[in-house]
């Protein structure tokens, strides 16, 4: 699958990456009491590492901030989901198992504190381009609602707009029927390539840990 960013977003966010991982056969599910366990323990850390500390006070949620702002979009008013993610553990209010591939993407995205979506590869088609969204782009997302997302980073294949930092959409959701996948990982634009590729290995070993199947990575900058 060809993945690619645009110039228009590269000229306006420079050094701007993505980690791509490609899943094949794998096997997703209830979440093994191992990620579940994990998932939990680690929100509770992040509340009291947090607790005394304003979410937009953490560098990595800052610099994606910056990024809404770049594109034009209020980051007050257009929170990143690794933001949200954040919002929610430091309210205590943990989120809950709902199945193997999204409680791992919620992991690392809680880890890495950056957005990552993931997306059932066998209802994608074409080629995939990062980019902006466009005036009258729209998606139903996954919060139930229509989304424009004009202006707002977005991952789009040759019939739309189907994912963003900002909330993806239910047309290419991963459910416990998806067997091939791609994952995206919306890197901070300030680290290095080579730490780029670490956190992007590490994030496809334990996802085949608990999925089985094979995978490839890139990263594109």
């Known amino acids: 699958m060809e993945i690619s960013i645009s110039p228009e977003l590269s000229t306006l966010i420079p050094q701007f990456k993505i980690g791509v991982i490609t899943y094949h056969d794998i096997q997703v599910g209830q979440s093994p009491q191992m990620v579940k366990g994990r998932l939990q323990l680690f929100q509770e850390s992040l509340y009291f590492d947090y607790e005394d ?25 257009y929170r990143h989901s690794a933001e949200a993610l954040y919002r929610r553990v430091l309210k205590q209010n943990y989120l809950q198992s709902v199945h193997s591939a999204i409680d791992l993407n919620n ?18 088609s074409g080629g995939v381009q990062i980019r902006l969204g466009e005036e009258n782009e729209s998606y139903i997302g996954l919060n139930g609602r229509e989304n424009s997302v004009h202006r707002l980073l977005v991952a789009a294949d040759d019939s739309g707009p189907f ?10 959701a991963v459910t416990e029927e998806t067997v091939n996948a791609l994952q995206v990982i919306f890197l901070r634009p300030s680290i290095m390539v080579e730490e780029a590729e670490e956190m992007t290995v590490s994030l496809k070993d334990m996802f085949l840990q608990v999925h089985g199947g094979t995978a490839e990575v890139r990263i594109i900058d």
Do not use: H, M
Not at 113 to 123: E, H, R, T
Not at 163 to 172: A, H, K, L, N
């Open 53 to 77: 500390k304003k979410v937009t006070e953490i560098e990595a949620i800052q610099e994606w901030r910056q990024i809404f702002k770049a594109c034009g979009k209020d980051p007050n008013r």
């Open 107 to 124: 992991f690392f995205s809680l880890k890495y504190q950056v957005p990552i979506g993931i997306y059932d590869a066998d209802k994608l």
């Open 163 to 172: 994912g963003s930092p900002f909330v993806d959409s239910e047309r290419t």
